[in-house]
T-cell receptor, first 112, second 111 residues
Framework: SAVISQKPSRDICQRGTSLTIQCQVD?????MFWYRQQPGQSLTLIAT?????????ESGFVIDKFPISRPNLTFSTLTVSNMSPEDSSIYLC?????????FGPGTRLLVL | QKEVEQNSGPLSVPEGAIASLNCTYS??????FFWYRQYSGKSPELIMS????GDKEDGRFTAQLNKASQYVSLLIRDSQPSDSATYLC???????????FGTGTKLQVIP
């Protein structure tokens, strides 16, 4: 399995600001995903990060709010824009080469 | 819409007992099935994968798959308090497809 790191591991932000989360993998992977997990809830897929093209967003998530970059096969960023307290959550990067997905350690975000 | 259903629990079992976690899925073309364990405050960790009908054993864990019934389960033998976590069932059509996750079953192993 790939070794996945995320930065920052946690942050406290003010409403109206933006935060960029980085995901780095130790090997090239075909697919990268971004999930959100709110307290006590299950995983919600935000988008699939596509290398060299625009991300594919799930219903309810839009590029203006969650812009994603994927410049190469080992790195991706997720930005949470114009944050509100409702964005307080754990944000997880996930990678896959075929059908098996592995998760990074997550970024715990609190918006005040 | 593809769905993966799990009982949210909590499922409470005494230490040393067998914990049985169940999952059903709606998409008949699903090919790959996974169980993830998630401790509170941590990210999901893959513990089992199964691709064909029958049982697959790995230590104290056994995954069971019945494609005709669209049912997959996870048995944990000799349950330990350290097994207390939320267990996520996940299903994939195979190949380069995203995985669909269930909502998870919370397991509590009582010492």
């Amino acid at each position: 399995s790939a070794v996945i790191s995320q930065k920052p591991s946690r942050d406290i932000c003010q409403r109206g600001t933006s935060l960029t989360i980085q995901c780095q993998v130790d090997s090239q992977v075909t697919m990268m995903f971004w999930y959100r997990q709110q307290p006590g809830q299950s995983l919600t897929l935000i988008a699939t990060a596509n290398q060299g093209s625009e991300a594919t967003y799930e219903s309810g998530f839009v590029i203006d709010k969650f812009p994603i970059s994927r410049p190469n096969l080992t790195f991706s960023t997720l930005t949470v824009s114009n944050m509100s307290p409702e964005d307080s959550s754990i944000y997880l990067c996930s990678v896959a080469n075929q059908e098996t997905q592995y998760f990074g350690p997550g970024t715990r975000l609190l918006v005040l | 819409q593809k769905e993966v259903e799990q009982n949210s629990g909590p499922l409470s079992v005494p230490e040393g007992a067998i914990a049985s976690l169940n999952c059903t899925y709606s998409d008949r073309v699903s090919q790959s099935f996974f169980w993830y364990r998630q401790y509170s405050g941590k990210s999901p960790e893959l513990i089992m994968s199964i691709y064909s009908n029958g049982d697959k054993e790995d230590g104290r864990f056994t995954a069971q798959l019945n494609k005709a019934s669209q049912y997959v389960s996870l048995l944990i033998r000799d349950s330990q308090p350290s097994d207390s976590a939320t267990y996520l069932c996940a299903v994939n059509e195979g190949g380069y497809q995203k995985v669909t996750f269930g909502t998870g079953t919370k397991l509590q192993v009582i010492p």
